[in-house]
């Protein structure tokens, strides 16, 4: 703007940069940028590897057709910075977090990640939570509090949480999930492996027996819930040391509770032809063995 | 500021890289055992990383940039950058091929920045020929280099390098990486770093041979003046 | 392609350079001084930057002291506060070098296969028992776990391990005494097992994030 340049309308000069001027100054002054978002695509051939360390807030992964991942991260503030690298088929994601008194809000950075759905998964996040959809490759998921949710999976699944919850529709495949006070959820399971141990935590499991498959829930103390169908086919043994067994399924030989040695109660049978194998046992919890609804 | 280190361009590296350049132990600690200690936040295994590769990123830094302040600053820039990532190697490739991928980006990124352009790591490796491509000029028989090249103009020349051609200078001719060991540093194909090595040969040849002709031109230029003063 | 100029020669040059040798070229190259400069020169360029390449110049001390105070400030390096942990950490992993990770949690699982072992021995007897066949180890974890605390940068992590490091020393607790009680029940001896082994595990994992953070 020339010195002969006059502002339109008669408005003062001085007026008009500061009406510009203010607003910045206030957006200056509220801090760090809030929502800051990052998008990266990889082109992979088939199988690739995803892994993803993210300490503090959630991630979504979902399958696709395409053979690329897409990568979207929205960071809380700039004390976290996020790190993409491709090396051939595998794509490391991770983020860096800068303390320097920051609180863990600012510290968060939350990811929506597509990937082909025979994709290899490595996700370890502290807090926030993981979900996982669609994906039909092995996975391994590391957490302290993070809530963990899996749909509609396959492949070997390893899930481990200090007291973060596992919840688990529509798995296939074969899981190891191990908890110290997270609570587990197995619903509509179509797997033919599973073994959960959570020490105070709950575990609840409804699903499929598969012939041949084994099915081991381990717990210390709280309620281990298994929903049966008239027509599953399973061998099972349910020990609880010092706890209750409450069971509703009609097993051969009928009546066969054991005392532990004067403490506890231990349950052993089969349940029509005894196809599958289901192991509970609790150290001061509860057992049920129910009819699903 | 977003800080991203995910490589630009479409190439892909070819695999994890063999080669050892050195042996891999600092005393009786396994490289490895290191990393792994590094990992969880030893100091000691940093400083043994540290000095097991700091003088081969630093002579390359200061081949590149031929100044030893700039040198400096870029060598802990790429120790940095290291080991702020270090928890995310996980032995894909060779530790050593891993930290000059580094040490490599973050020369490039300098020397982009100074020379005013933002451009791709690709357009850094494939300079059109305004920019530096070599000319088909064989210059004259009597301008041999041989006799007249020693280590001082050589790097001179390589100074005034595009950078994607001064870093596949320096990392075959000067530090003896092989082309698959570029390929996988620089993130291009085989062929591209050859490639690239053929251009930047013939180029510090012109530039080489055109520092021969500005000296013979002031020698003459000496002559001349010293002769008319005597008449 | 035969090499009939210099032109074509100029093609070939690459090539050349790499080593390869055609018959046309070599011929082409006897009989022409021009292409046998330009392949001297490249040649001399490569000799010349070899023996630059014959030393490696070593960076200024300044710059890993410049460097490790910058990694300190940044938490990447972990300060002498944990220095006794760090110790320890070493010696278990002078023990189990190639466990992979948790290193630690393999390597207290060593130390608690020889504990059950003692205590899963035949002909254990109740009067066996006693607090010396766990006391090594649980003196160890606690003294780590002592240590450990609040290691992780994170207040809510550092929360939720604690919690659970407490719930994992109570059943620590009820599964001792259910030994003691009845030293020969195998479920309560698997329990208590699993319960160190979880110690163990959670103090890996506390450890590593107070290194790593």
């Known amino acids: 703007m020339t010195a002969q340049t006059q502002p339109p309308l008669g408005i003062p000069r001085s007026w008009k940069t500061a009406s510009v001027l203010l607003p910045c100054l206030v957006l200056m002054s509220a801090g760090p940028a809030l929502g800051d978002r990052i998008e990266r695509h990889f082109k992979v051939e088939s199988h690739p590897i995803v892994t993803i360390h993210n300490p503090t807030g959630t991630v979504t992964v979902r399958a696709w057709t395409k053979a690329e991942v897409l990568v979207i991260a929205k960071r809380a503030t700039d004390r976290v910075e996020v790190d993409t690298e491709q090396n051939a088929n595998r794509v490391e994601i991770s983020t860096r977090q800068i303390p320097d008194n920051a609180s863990p809000n600012d510290l968060r950075a939350d990811f929506e990640i597509n990937v082909p759905e025979d994709t290899e998964l490595q996700i370890h996040d502290d807090s926030g939570g993981v979900n996982v959809s669609n994906v039909l490759g092995d996975m391994n998921v590391e957490t302290i509090g993070a809530e963990v949710a899996l749909e509609d ?124 194998k289901v192991e509970l046992s609790s150290f001061d919890g509860t057992i049920n063995i129910l009819k699903r609804d | 500021m977003e800080r991203l280190t995910h490589r630009i361009g479409g190439c892909v590296p070819t695999g994890s890289v063999a080669r050892a350049r050195r042996t891999e132990t600092t005393g009786e600690i396994p490289e490895s055992e290191s990393i792994r200690l590094a990992q969880r936040g030893d100091a000691a295994a940093f400083e043994r990383l540290y000095q097991q590769h700091s003088r081969r990123v630093y002579s390359l830094c200061l081949r590149m940039v031929g100044n030893t302040a700039e040198a400096e600053d870029l060598t802990q820039e790429a ?112 062929g591209n770093s050859k490639s690239q090595l053929h251009k930047a040969r013939m180029r510090l040849r012109e530039l080489l041979h055109e520092e021969i002709r500005e000296k013979a031109r002031e020698e003459r230029r000496a002559a001349g003046s010293a002769s008319n003063s005597e008449d | ?172 607790a009820l599964c001792e005494k259910s030994v003691q009680e009845d030293p020969e029940n195998e479920i309560a001896r698997d329990y208590l097992y699993g319960a160190y082994q979880q110690k163990a595990e959670l103090l890996a994992e506390m450890s590593e994030r107070g290194a790593g953070q």
């Open chain 1, 153 to 276: 999976t396959a492949g070997f699944l390893s899930v481990n949480t200090v007291d973060g919850g596992f919840q688990c529709s529509r798995c296939a495949g074969r899981i190891e999930a191990h908890s110290i006070s997270g609570n587990f959820r197995f619903a509509e399971m179509r797997s033919y492996h599973v073994h959960a141990q959570t020490s105070e935590g709950n575990i609840f499991f409804s699903g499929e027996f598969f012939p041949s498959g084994i099915y081991q829930l381990k717990n210390y103390s709280g309620v281990i819930e298994v929903r049966f169908q008239p027509g599953d086919s399973f061998d099972i043994s349910a020990t609880s040391l010092k706890g209750k067994v409450n069971n509703e399924a009609k097993l051969t030989p009928s009546s066969h509770h054991h005392s532990l040695r004067g403490v506890g109660n231990a349950l052993f049978g089969s349940m029509n032809t005894g196809r599958a």
């Open chain 2, 79 to 190: 120790f940095l950058q290291l080991f702020r990532k270090i928890s995310t190697f996980r032995g894909e490739s060779a530790f050593s091929t891993w930290l000059h991928r580094l040490a490599v980006n973050v020369v490039l990124m300098k020397l982009r920045k100074k020379s005013g352009k933002e451009t791709s790591l690709e357009q850094v490796t494939e300079p059109d020929d305004e920019a530096g491509g070599p000319r088909r000029d064989f210059g004259a028989a009597d301008l041999k280099l041989t006799g007249s090249l020693d280590r001082v103009n050589l790097q001179r020349a390589v100074d005034q390098l595009p950078p994607g051609y001064r870093a596949v200078f320096v990392l075959h001719d000067v530090q003896g990486y092989e082309h698959n060991e570029i390929a996988e540093i620089m993130g291009c194909s085989i």
């Open chain 3, 1 to 172: 392609m035969s090499v009939a100029n210099c032109s074509q020669f100029l093609n070939q040059l690459e090539q050349w350079m790499e080593g390869q040798r055609p018959p046309d070229a070599q011929s082409h190259l006897r009989s022409c001084p021009t292409c046998q400069g330009l392949v001297e020169d490249l040649s001399s360029i490569e000799q010349t930057a070899r023996s630059m390449g014959a030393t490696e110049t070593a960076p200024p001390d300044r710059l890993w002291a410049s460097l490790r105070a910058q990694l300190e400030q940044e938490g990447i390096i972990r300060t002498e506060a944990h220095g006794w942990i760090q110790g320890v950490i070493h010696w278990f992993d002078g023990v189990l070098s190639a466990v992979p990770r948790p290193a630690l949690a393999g390597a207290y699982l060593v130390a608690l296969v020889g504990i059950s072992l003692a205590l899963a021995g035949p002909g254990y007897r109740r009067s066996n028992w006693n607090d010396n066949a766990t006391r090594p180890l649980s003196a160890q974890l606690e003294a780590e776990q002592d240590t450990l605390a609040g290691v992780a940068s994170d207040p809510a992590v550092t929360a939720s391990l604690e919690k659970n490091l407490a719930i994992v020393d109570n059943y620590i």
